[in-house]
């Protein structure tokens, strides 16, 4: 399946867009049907509904498993390496993302956006990213040494120019991805994906045991990526070529300029923390804590960034009906919630003795902080997901504002928690502004998304009331053998009543809101294939 030819002509084939009258549909292999259309309403959501699901399905269980092994490679490799290593990571990292995300330009998900997409667009975008990240790779360069004195890491003057090479293959992954996206062909991103995180995990630990420091961490982020370019363009079976892309009248320009200010503004406000924690109190204390944040976004960013990347596609199919978006949406949220919330409350309560056990001492600043951020994770997972509808819809400019003002909000709570109150204090407002911003956010967008706070609240709250329930065990487990001295079997004893508990909360508490998503789920995994608009 994963090396299988794409039948695409790449001169003349068009690629419908979602939901447009020229979609004629995805067949299995990712060609667009010809068929005439039966009932094509009625079709089209039952097929998109399946292929939702089983591609979710594929995505999330190879997630489920490549979780496990990242767990592996990050405590492994966290045991080898040094806090200062993380701390050099970590300062690299917030310059090389920022290129990243200006580098981009958006071309990706304007291309899945447009109604409509031939092959001048594809040339025209894969013109505007490659003149895009040549910029942005040189003012890389240029700012390195400025880079390295402001958060005093003198290493990122050679490390920046190094890591930022993979900038300029971005317009080589952008659009072949974008093509794959359109088609829905989830099982092979989805694949594509696995084989990237697990070349990059077992070359990080190589590296590392060879006595590599941070340079394990960087090497192996930078060669999974260069393998992915030919592959990328194989499965989309596209070559790239020129054509001017055009002013900001070009459609692809303008959303793709809208979606890169809200990811630049997300980034600015989602890294001031790393920033400040670096400047204020130096790259040992940001190791602590970018270690403690690197934790808690496994479940978020793995569990909801994989998701997202399903989901997106299909709501674009789904742009025009917003009710069955609206469903759809909260339907994902609740089993985000199932699965995301207990895992990140566990780690919060259960963080000194998984830390002691699995990392060591040496880590034992980062307990505090982990726990507080593990709470406002619960309010992250639902915060990573809502930016997909507004592009969806075609209205980026939503998350653009909000993100601007979340800079404005956290960046000078960031500096002050840290001035006052180290670490733990950047961990408080992130557990205590987020929540807020966030309930707002889906309260004032209601007319686009047609999701309020109170959608919300009914949606999640037998699954945070099972999570209390699930809490409230821990800690009188925790209680009862604060004097036992095997911390193993102490932390091991804590999970198996945590996970006995949470599971007997669900079955009283949520057993119909969840199992409702779970027999849907099977159902569709059940039943026969079909193909959007009966092809």
Not at 437 to 449: E, H, N, Q
Request: with cysteine; charged share 15%; net charge positive.
């Amino acid at each position: 399946m994963f090396f299988r030819a794409l039948n695409m002509d790449r001169h003349t084939a068009q690629v419908p867009a979602p939901g447009s009258a020229a979609d004629g549909g995805i067949a299995e292999s990712g060609t667009f049907a010809t068929e005439p259309k039966r009932d094509p309403e009625r079709i089209e959501a039952a097929a998109l509904r399946r292929i939702a699901v089983r591609g979710g399905a594929y995505v999330i269980a190879s997630r489920l498993v490549i979780q496990l092994f990242s767990w592996v490679v990050t405590i492994e490799t966290a045991r080898l390496l040094l806090p200062y290593d993380y701390g050099v990571l970590s300062a690299t990292t917030i310059f090389s993302n920022l290129a990243d995300i200006l580098a981009s330009g958006g071309v990706g998900k304007a291309l899945v956006q447009k109604p409509v997409v031939d092959d001048d667009d594809l040339a025209a975008s894969f013109t505007f990213n490659l003149m895009l990240s040549s910029i942005i790779y040189l003012v890389l360069c240029v700012c390195a040494g400025a880079a390295a004195r402001a958060v005093r890491t003198p290493e990122l003057v050679l490390a920046l120019p190094v890591v930022g090479l993979v900038l300029l293959l971005i317009p080589f992954r952008a659009v072949p991805f974008a093509i794959l996206e359109r088609r829905l062909q989830l099982k092979r991103m989805a694949t594509i994906g696995v084989l990237s995180t697990i070349i990059q995990g077992c070359l990080v630990l190589a590296l590392a045991f060879s006595g590599w420091g941070y340079w394990a961490l960087i090497v192996g982020y930078m060669v999974p990526i260069f393998l992915e370019v030919p592959v990328l363009a194989w499965q989309a079976r596209w070559l790239p070529r020129l054509r001017w892309p055009g002013g900001w009248s070009n459609p692809l320009v303008s959303f793709g300029a809208q979606y890169t200010g809200g990811r630049f503004c997300s980034f600015v406000y989602r890294s001031a923390d790393y920033a400040v924690v670096g400047r204020l109190l130096g790259p040992i204390a940001l190791g602590y804590y970018s270690l403690a944040f690197m934790l808690i976004s496994l479940p978020v960013e793995k569990i909801v960034g994989t998701c997202n990347v399903v989901a997106f596609p299909i709501f674009c199919r789904l742009a025009d009906d917003r009710e069955r978006i609206r469903d759809w949406y909260l339907r994902l949220g609740i089993l985000f919630g199932f699965l995301a919330a207990p895992a990140l409350v566990g780690l919060a309560l259960v963080a000194d003795d998984a830390i002691l056990v699995v990392l060591g001492a040496k880590w034992g600043p980062a307990v505090l902080p982990l726990r507080i951020m593990s709470l406002a994770g619960i309010m992250m997972v639902l915060g990573n997901t809502i930016e997909i509808l507004f592009n969806a819809v075609g209205r980026p400019d939503v998350n653009f504002r909000f993100t601007a003002i979340s800079v404005a909000v956290f960046a000078p709570l960031f500096y002050l928690s840290a001035y006052w109150l180290g670490i733990t204090g950047v961990a408080l407002v992130w557990l205590i502004c987020y929540p807020i911003m966030i309930l707002f956010l889906f309260g004032s967008t209601r007319s686009i998304t047609g999701i309020g706070v109170r959608d919300i609240i009914d949606s999640q709250l037998p699954i945070w009331a099972s999570v209390v329930f699930m809490g409230l065990l821990v800690l009188a487990t925790r209680y009862f053998l604060r004097d036992f001295r095997a911390v193993p079997v102490r932390l091991g004893i804590s999970i198996l009543v945590g996970a006995c508990g949470y599971a007997a909360a669900i079955r009283v508490l949520a057993w119909e809101s969840v199992m409702g998503n779970v027999r849907l789920t099977w159902r569709e995994l059940r039943s026969p294939k079909v193909v959007l608009d009966g092809a």
